[in-house]
């Protein structure tokens, strides 16, 4: 068995890449190297290539024996894509459409997608459900929720059978410590108080008039490594259920942007100096996963489900790196 995992080199997909090495299990990785490090691919199997070149996919891949596609490769920022639509419709449906078309003509059946919390839009309860409606208020969730579709179709047209898992907010890094969350530019929360914590840079928190206790959004931060195990559990899944599904994965639990910092501040032991911004637009007071259909379904088990394991890690690979 053979995993093609694309956006290998990238933040969560080469954490689910060191869970596949630790089992011992065989994979292959593709990426362009867009966001995504050389440094993650070192010494492993890996196509340099484009998945928006339908033809780069066929030349390198056709022949090796693939048995399942974890799809990761994406470009993730928000603010981006609402100024570069035709870029992120390019590189986050049209490639992942290139890659469901391989799979289906090389039969390879099995097929996990990183979908995002972001296709439920603004929640109208909370915890979200996999069965809320769908509608994204920006063109990174508009292209998740595309892609989810677009895959549907194909599952009930060809043998493909595919889980899309839609993902809360990734966080955390690997023990090892050499392994962890490096964007250019970094729009993420952890990475960016322990930054400005340890370089005693001015961090600023996007608006404190949310409708929470402390005014700041609530998040459900989910660890990098309890979501690498999800990919693997839901291959699993497929062996006995075909068709197409789809699971939340965050941790039940929220966090407001005041608590992370605070958690931070404490780990740290140090001040990090903030100053309130303006509240993005659109953007929902709390985001929280209903988990129990991955957890009863899948078998999912979440082993580092606190906030103080989550940025201790983060911590770890912050000093060791960066
Ligand atoms: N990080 C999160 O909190 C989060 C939340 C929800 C969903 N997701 C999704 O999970 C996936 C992985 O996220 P991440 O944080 O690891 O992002 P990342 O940017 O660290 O990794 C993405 C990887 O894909 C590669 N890539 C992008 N476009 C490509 C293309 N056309 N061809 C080949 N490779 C390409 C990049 O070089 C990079 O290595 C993305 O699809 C993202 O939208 C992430």
Redesign the pocket.
Known sequence: MTILV?????????HFVRYLERKKIEFVI????????KK?VKNKKFFE????DPEEIRVNLQDLDITSIV??????IVSDSQKMEKEYYE??VL?SMNLAKFAVEKKIRKFIY?????VYGIPKEIPIKENHPTKPINN?GKN?LEVENLLKDLSMEFPLDVVCL??????GADDDGDLG???NPET?LIPNVINSALNSSEFTVNGDTYNTDDGTCIRDFIHVNDLASAHLLSLSFLDSNKGFHVFNLGSETGFSIMEVINECQELLQTKVNFRVGTKRDGDPDILIADNKKSVNKLNWRLEKNSLKAIISSAIKYHKNVL
């Open positions: 694309t956006g290998g080199a990238g933040y969560i997909g080469s593709v990426d362009n190297f867009s966001t995504g490090h993650f290539l484009d998945l928006k799809h990761f490769a994406g470009l993730s590189n986050n490639a990183s979908s995002s919390a972001a990174y998740k839609r993902y809360f907010n990734a966080a969350e490096e964007h993420h």
